[in-house]
């Protein structure tokens, strides 16, 4: 199959199998004794996915992927997140890719052994623990969580939070981040361990919610750990490098988020056609307004260019590194999700009480992509970093120059 006959069947799949079963899958939600497992049109979708060979798009053939490369899994991104769970239903969830990755790269062979390929086949899920709420998630290197080694031991103490689908039945194990040398130089502290979730001491605290959404079955929880005991080789990696490990997966991560806030800004703009074609007010439908094509207009404007620059940055990064790009990386950090949080928020507005509920998945897409901007490096850091670098750039043209 070629990559484009590949996108063009993603691209069906989400629009004959997926959308159309959303009302399906919230109605199931809403009614299942357990929210916190697959419902039963995802575990369908799920199946279909995986039998045609959708599955893992990122991830080496040789773990069940596909092996497409970051400019070829790009435009996959967007397609996929014109649903809220769409990434899921192909197994690329972000958390699932950079697990399966780091799984692949740095455990040990009897932790492969027990958990990769289950994860790559989708039987399980795994969630990776790094933040703790006292301690500001913008700089990892402070983090606290204590990781002490007793002999051929790990005892874990403390509490991880916004532990992402780290309630769910299917999540199987959990990478922990914390430190096992808190007097080290700042970027070689923490260490990551693997804590299978049956772990004795471990326990799940609150689920939190975004903006009144739980994101079940998916959702954010607290991790408390007491006197959590795990074999010494349960280490991945080596002691201090989980920080580097964490960092070295950003890649992938920052090209999906930012194509995937374009996708769930095409799928408001699609929506919001629709509904301003159709939705007669006074008389005339809603399309007959300046205000509405002008809304239209700079959402088109703002989405292809946001969309270009994502590209751009994809294809300088396979080519050049992630040092190369690391300021380009940033900004779209920042740019994609505001784009997406314009876009979402104008088709909110002209559907009305309709944009805010159900009806569409307008709502709970925006409640995502808010959270976007603050997850994995707030808006005010990464900016700090662009001008830093933009300052950096700019003093060595003028040395270059004689200015």
């Known amino acids: 199959m070629s990559k484009q006959d590949l996108v063009r069947e993603v691209e069906t799949f989400m629009l004959e199998r997926v ?45 069940g992927g596909r092996g497409l490369t970051l400019t070829e899994y790009a435009p996959l991104c967007e397609i996929m997140n014109w649903c809220n769970h769409g990434p899921e239903m192909f197994n690329c969830y972000t958390g699932t890719i950079s697990n399966t990755t780091a799984m692949a790269k740095h455990a040990p062979k009897q932790l492969q052994d027990k958990y990769l390929k289950p994860l790559a086949d989708g039987d399980i899920r795994s969630c990776i623990s790094i933040t703790e709420r006292n301690v500001p998630s913008s700089d990892p290197t402070d983090l606290q969580f204590d990781i002490k080694r007793e002999g051929d031991e790990y005892v874990l103490n403390g509490v991880k939070s916004w532990a992402t689908g780290g309630a769910m039945d299917e999540c199987q194990f959990y990478l922990v981040l914390g430190a096992t040398d808190i007097n080290a130089a700042r970027h070689a502290r923490h260490s990551m361990v693997l804590v299978p979730r049956e772990a004795k001491g471990l326990s799940l605290g609150r689920i939190e919610t975004v903006l009144g959404y739980d994101d079940a079955p998916f959702g954010h929880c607290d991790l408390i750990f007491d006197n959590v005991r795990i074999p010494v080789a349960n280490l991945i990696g080596n002691e201090g490098e989980g920080f580097l490990m964490m960092q070295s997966t950003l890649g992938v991560g920052r090209i ?112 995502h992509m808010r959270t976007v901007r603050i997850g994995e490096g707030a808006d005010e850091v990464h900016r700090d970093t662009i001008a830093k670098l933009e300052l950096r750039r700019q003093a060595a043209w003028r040395e270059a120059n004689g200015q």
């Not at 060979?53 to 040789?62: D, K, N, R, S, T």
């Not at 404007?301 to 994502?310: G, M, T």
């Not at 990386?329 to 009480?353: S, T």
């Open 19 to 63: 959308i159309p079963t959303e009302a399906e899958h919230h109605h199931q939600m809403q009614e299942a004794s357990n929210r916190w497992t697959y419902t039963p049109v995802m575990r369908e979708l799920r199946a279909e996915a995986k039998a045609k060979g959708l599955w893992l798009f990122p991830i080496p053939e040789e773990l």
């Open 256 to 367: 999906q988020l930012g194509m995937g806030a374009i996708g769930a800004a095409e799928r408001a703009m699609r929506e919001m056609c629709s509904w301003v074609e159709t939705r007669m007010i006074g008389g005339r439908p809603l399309v007959d307004r300046q205000v509405v094509t002008d809304a239209i207009a700079r959402s088109r404007i703002e989405i292809d260019a946001c969309r270009a620059f994502i590209l751009q940055t994809t294809e300088r990064m396979q080519a050049e590194g992630m040092k190369a790009v690391r300021g380009e990386i940033a900004q779209l950090k920042v740019l994609a999700p505001e784009v997406a949080l314009k876009v979402l928020d104008r088709a909110m507005q002209f559907h009305g009480g309709a944009g805010l509920s159900y009806d569409t998945p307008i709502a709970e897409m925006w409640a």
